[in-house]
Every structure is written in structure tokens, then in C-alpha cells.
């Protein structure tokens, strides 16, 4: 998702949204996330408290280059992880926070949000701090998020967008058995450059029958 759904100025609509989101009855994920366990890797909720290092994390040059710009502040984060959480409980928009075994500090985040009502299609992003690039935690986390999408959320289609430059997010993608479908020609807008993106599809039935390769490659 280099698209972060987030945007400051829609902080205004997202207050009107909670107040009608509070009167409907919160169920299963939608109520609270669950937290998703790896061997190193550690999915959970995100929480006010993430701000600073996720700010430290994702606001750097390597990371934020081939994604929308992220919050500028420590602030703006506070602000997109309240966001996060309406936007969870309207059902609409699933955002975790990555840690490590044994330090609960989140380096980087994992994003679904519905291309469509219920979810039947939806997108996921991610982004990780560039000290625990090529970790593994990538790879752990992506299996938790994709496990998550198809037998929690009830995905069928998972779906990602990453800039043809973005070499990294390209490869990262390509590694965990996600299928090239096309290039969206000049679909990103970025520093005022419009980008070409390279789709990425994971079918539910797919991961399925290669759940046990991707398991095996993982552990
Ligand atoms: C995308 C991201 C989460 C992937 O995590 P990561 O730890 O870097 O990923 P991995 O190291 O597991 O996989 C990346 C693969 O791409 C390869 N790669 C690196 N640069 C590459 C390039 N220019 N061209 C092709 N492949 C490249 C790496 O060698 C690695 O493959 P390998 O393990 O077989 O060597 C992380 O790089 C990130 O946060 N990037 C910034 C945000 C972003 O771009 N998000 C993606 C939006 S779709």
C-alpha cells in the first residue's frame, strides 16, 4: 500500500464518523485485535504510546521514499493511531504495530484496509525501520498479516501496490510468493511525479495450497 489511507485532514470527518461508530456494537476483530505471534515476531494493536518510535522508524528518507508521506510529527502519528482505531471499529481498516520478542517497541507497521464492502478484496502495506530490513521480520510478519486477512478477516483477494523503483518492496513482495498481475501506469502520486506501481495479487485459494511451502521457507 504505498497509498497510506490516512490523511490529516480528514481528522474532522473521522470525529463524526466515531460518534456514530460507538453506538454500533463492536464484534470480533472489529471490537480489538488479536495478537498475532510468530517465532520473533510479534503483531499487536497499535497504542498513543507508539508515536515516538514509530515516528523514529518510518519518517526516514529510505523508508518513506517510494510511500505517502507519513505523519510529520510525533503528534501526527498520536493522531493516526487514534484514526486507526475508529477506523477499525468502523470495520473499514486494520493497522498493526511490528515488534520484536522480547521488546514490545513497534519498528514498523502492517496495514489492510477493504477495497470493498466486507473485505472480500482488500489491500495491504507495510513498512518496517530500515535497521531490521532484510531481518526476516518482513517475511514473519507478512505470513501473521497474510494468515490473518484470509482466515480471520475473510479476504479473498489480497492485493499490493508498490512502485516499480521501490526495489525493495518489489522483492520483498516477490519473496513471500505474491503473483505479478500488471503495472498501474502512473497511478502514485509522488513529490508531484506521477509513478507507475506494480500489482501484486495473493489469492486466498493460492495461499492455501502453499501455505505449508510458505511455512516451510519462513521456519
Ligand atoms: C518493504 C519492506 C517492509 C520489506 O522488508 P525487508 O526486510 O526490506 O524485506 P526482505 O529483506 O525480507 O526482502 C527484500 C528482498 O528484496 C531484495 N531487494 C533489495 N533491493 C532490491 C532491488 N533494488 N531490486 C530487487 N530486489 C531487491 C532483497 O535482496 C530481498 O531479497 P533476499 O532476501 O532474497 O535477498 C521494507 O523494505 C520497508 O519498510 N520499505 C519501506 C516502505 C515500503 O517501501 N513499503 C512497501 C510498500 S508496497
Not at 110 to 137: D, M, V
Request: proline share 4%.
Amino acid at each position: 500500500m504505498e497509498k497510506m489511507p490516512y490523511r490529516a485532514d480528514l481528522d474532522g470527518i473521522a470525529e463524526t464518523l466515531a460518534a456514530s461508530v460507538t453506538t454500533v456494537a463492536a464484534a470480533g476483530w472489529r471490537g480489538a485485535l488479536p495478537v498475532l505471534r510468530g517465532r520473533q515476531v510479534i503483531l499487536r494493536e497499535m497504542r498513543v504510546s507508539d508515536a515516538p518510535s514509530l515516528f523514529a522508524m518510518l519518517t526516514t528518507e529510505d523508508v518513506s521514499r517510494f510511500i505517502s508521506p507519513p505523519p510529520a510529527t510525533v503528534e501526527g502519528f498520536e493522531r493516526f493511531i487514534v484514526w486507526a482505531e475508529r477506523q477499525r471499529l468502523a470495520g473499514a481498516y486494520v493497522c498493526f504495530a511490528v515488534t520484536l520478542e522480547g521488546s514490545d517497541g513497534a519498528i514498523g507497521i502492517f496495514q489492510l484496509r477493504e477495497l470493498e464492502p466486507g473485505f472480500g478484496t482488500a489491500e495491504w502495506g507495510f513498512a518496517i525501520g530500515s535497521p531490521y530490513w532484510g531481518s526476516g521480520a518482513f517475511q514473519e510478519g507478512a505470513e501473521l498479516m497474510a494468515t490473518f486477512a484470509f482466515d480471520v478477516v475473510g479476504v479473498h483477494r489480497l492485493e499490493a501496490r508498490a512502485a516499480v523503483r521501490n526495489g525493495r518492496g518489489n522483492g520483498a513482495l516477490r519473496k513471500f510468493g505474491a503473483v505479478q498481475e500488471g503495472v498501474l501506469r502512473r497511478s502514485f502520486l509522488k513529490n508531484g511525479e506521477y509513478l507507475d506501481q506494480v500489482l501484486w495479487t495473493i489469492l486466498k485459494e493460492q495461499w492455501r495450497e502453499a501455505k505449508v511451502v510458505w511455512s516451510e521457507r519462513l521456519h
